[in-house]
């Protein structure tokens, strides 16, 4: 199988701007780090998650992602604690080590960091429901609670229906993923190009 080239922020493969590939994972890393810090995430915690997507090893010492991200140990700690606890992230230690290991879930990543939430959105269900009982739902404050009750219940029916819909996505996407690397098409600067779809003529 021929490999992917490493490709940079812009679209162009890292050999064609003289770039290694750790300098092009960086460069992902500092960009993806951006968005996730716009979206609420701490700029160090969203730099080691966009790094752990990103780098190719299967887990990760602090001190590594210390030195993967170019920056010093101590940067490291309250950014990997913040993400197991938000659970994107999975902690281990093997047995008889004395350093923790990071890595993000291989096996569907997307499932197994979304199924992390559930019980916060069944802790928060059960404490709403309290405050309703308490507050009583003909006052506007209570009026709201019980909308918000409704967005969360919406919310969880249709986040999991949606996950079962994409676990057979992504069975399909592994499957086809191969044979797309193995003939890839060209587009006009060379870069490969999605393949079309038989199916979706039919839909």
Do not use: C
Not at 11 to 35: I, S
Not at 123 to 151: C, H, K, N, Q, Y
Not at 177 to 196: E, K, V
């Amino acid at each position: 199988m021929p490999a992917t080239p490493d490709v940079t922020g812009d679209g162009f493969p890292a050999a064609d701007r003289g770039e290694t590939h750790q300098e092009a994972v960086l460069r992902f890393v500092e960009q993806l780090a951006m968005l996730l810090n716009e979206a609420g995430l701490p700029r160090m915690s969203a730099r080691v998650f966009a790094f752990v997507l990103a780098d190719d090893a299967e887990s990760y010492t602090a001190r590594e992602f210390a030195e993967g991200l170019r920056v010093s140990p101590a940067a490291i700690s309250g950014a990997v604690r913040q993400l197991v606890q938000a659970g994107l992230l999975a902690k281990e230690r093997a047995p008889g080590a004395r350093v923790d290991h990071y890595r993000v879930y291989d096996d569907d990543i997307w499932s197994a960091i979304m199924a992390q939430r559930r019980p916060f959105i069944t802790r928060t269900l059960a404490v709403l429901s309290d405050g309703l009982a308490t507050i009583g739902e003909d006052r506007p404050g209570g009026r709201r609670i019980r909308e918000t009750i409704e967005f969360y219940r919406f919310i969880e029916e249709h986040t999991w229906t949606a996950m079962q819909e994409w676990q057979k996505y992504r069975l399909q996407w592994a499957d086809d993923a191969p044979a797309q690397q193995d003939t890839p098409s060209q587009g006009s600067l060379g870069h490969a190009t999605p393949t079309p779809d038989p199916s979706a003529s039919s839909q």
